[in-house]
Each structure stands twice: as C-alpha cells, then as structure tokens.
C-alpha cells in the first residue's frame, strides 16, 4: 500500500450502495466515505438493514474499503448552541447512531462536523462542544473508534480545543476549501499548522465562496500549494474528494463518472 489511498464521498454524486463501490473501484479508487443523515431514523439509507448488506457486500466485491461515516447534516442542527432541547436530542443522537453504525461496517474513524449551527462561536459553545465532544469520543473509543473534527477554526483556536479535550484518539479532519471559503484563509499554511493533529483529508475545489464547484486545481483555493503541503508533510492515509459534481458550475462538463475521473487523474498526477 502507498502513502496516500484516495477516495470519494458519498455525497460527491448520486450512486450509492452497490453502484457507488462499482464506481470507486472502475476508477481504481481505494475507499469511500459515506454520510448518515436524518433518513437513518425512518429506515432509509443506512438506516435500512438492505442497504448496509448492500455496502458490506459491494465492499468486498469491489475491493473498496468503507472509510468511513460522517452524520452529514448534524450541522443543521446543534449540540453547540441548541435553540431548544428537541435540536439538541436529534444533533446527538445523529451522532450516536452513527457510531454505531461505524462498527456495523468496520470503520475505523468517524467524522464529526462542528460547523455551521454547530459552530463555535463563543465561550458557551466553545464548553458545549468540548462537553460533547468528550462524550462521543468516550462512546466511540469504547467500541474501538476514533472521532475526527472538521472545524471551521484558526490554528490557535484548535489548539485550544484539543487541549480542552485531551483525548488522543481526538483528530483533525482538514479541508482543504473550506476555510477559505469562509474566510479566505490560506489552506496551505492551515494544514501546516496543523499537520502533527490531522488523521484525514477532504480535497475539492472552488471560485470564492463557492464550496466544491470547481474541479481540483480550477478554482481559486489554492488546491496546489495545499497538495504540496501535504507532500511536505508526514501525512500518511487518506485523501478523499469530496467535490460535489451536480453544482451548476461543473455539472455541464460531463458526467458525474468523467468528473470524479478527472479529479481521480489529478490526484494520481500530483501526488503519486
């Protein structure tokens, strides 16, 4: 095995289950990451039993890890800054049932937003989120699982909160748009920042505020200079794209399939 094994995220297209492992591995894609959203409490998606036979089955077919699982809308709702208690129980238990999930299909990391609604914004948010996110990492180290961040934080303000959280199995999920996008951070220099805490790799791209609207090296994030970063680093694991290829801005320069490829070639090229 490599240095690096790239992959894709569910959300990136439209194919899941056994169609999505087809396509990781027709483009020689190494793993998958995939998103639990609220359909898991009414038994769809990977709520469903047949769905989750259907990913451990096309798993092993294809040669395709499952990477792992994120709760992809927690951040519409908040355990940060709940507006009332019914937020607050669904943000949780969001959180909760993926875990669970994670050891159902062998995942060795889950991937917990703290963005948007569940943002941190100021001190109360800031000891809400290290209240929780001790609780869940607890939960999840318990069943053999580490809890990685996506933040939208400088580098001082993350090393804040890992301290407040003092957990080792406590990583950073790094993007490499999203920071940018917010703020205009350069990202080359937030992944240097924070290589020695980083145990996982969102890639996309985009123009300005847009997130994930141009192909990798199209947009103005600096999609390069971050890839050299990483090169220069003692990163070792995953690099999962998670450019979303039905945006408006890309969706007419072919299909879903010829997109992720070219951005498969892009990583390959640069950092094979």
Not at 60 to 68: D, L, Q, R
Not at 75 to 104: G, H
Not at 148 to 172: G, T
Request: net charge negative; with cysteine; hydrophobic share 40%.
């Amino acid at each position: 095995m490599g240095r690096f094994q790239y992959g894709v995220c569910e959300w990136s297209v439209r194919a899941r289950g056994k169609e999505l492992c087809k396509l990781a591995a027709d483009l020689k894609l190494d793993c998958i990451q995939l998103g639990a959203g609220e359909e898991i409490f009414a038994g769809r998606g990977l709520g469903s039993g047949n769905m989750l036979e259907e990913y451990l089955a096309a798993s092993e077919k294809y040669g395709v890890k499952i990477e792992s699982l994120s709760p992809q809308f927690v951040d519409q709702y908040s355990f940060t800054m709940p507006k009332n208690i019914s937020e607050e129980q669904i943000a949780v238990e969001l959180v909760n049932k993926t875990i669970e999930l994670c050891t159902v299909l062998g995942c060795h990391y889950f991937l917990l937003p703290i963005l948007c609604k569940n943002d941190i914004c100021d001190g109360q948010s800031f000891h809400k989120a290290v209240e929780y996110i001790k609780r869940f990492s607890d939960k999840a180290g318990g069943k053999g699982i580490e809890t990685y961040l996506e933040l939208n934080q400088n580098a001082s303000q993350i090393h804040d909160l890992l301290d407040a959280v003092d957990d080792p199995a406590v990583k950073i999920f790094f993007d490499s748009q999203n920071l940018y996008a917010h703020n205009g951070t350069s990202m080359a220099r937030h992944f240097s920042e924070l290589a020695e805490f980083i145990g996982g790799i969102h890639l996309k791209d985009g123009a300005g505020s847009v997130l994930s609207g141009s192909l990798l090296g199209e947009g103005t994030s600096g999609f390069f200079k971050t890839a050299q970063a990483i090169i220069n680093s003692d990163y070792s694991g995953s690099l999962i794209i998670e450019n979303v290829y039905g945006k408006p801005t890309v969706c007419c320069m072919g299909s879903e399939k010829e997109l992720l490829a070219k951005d498969v070639e892009t990583l390959h090229r640069v950092f094979d």
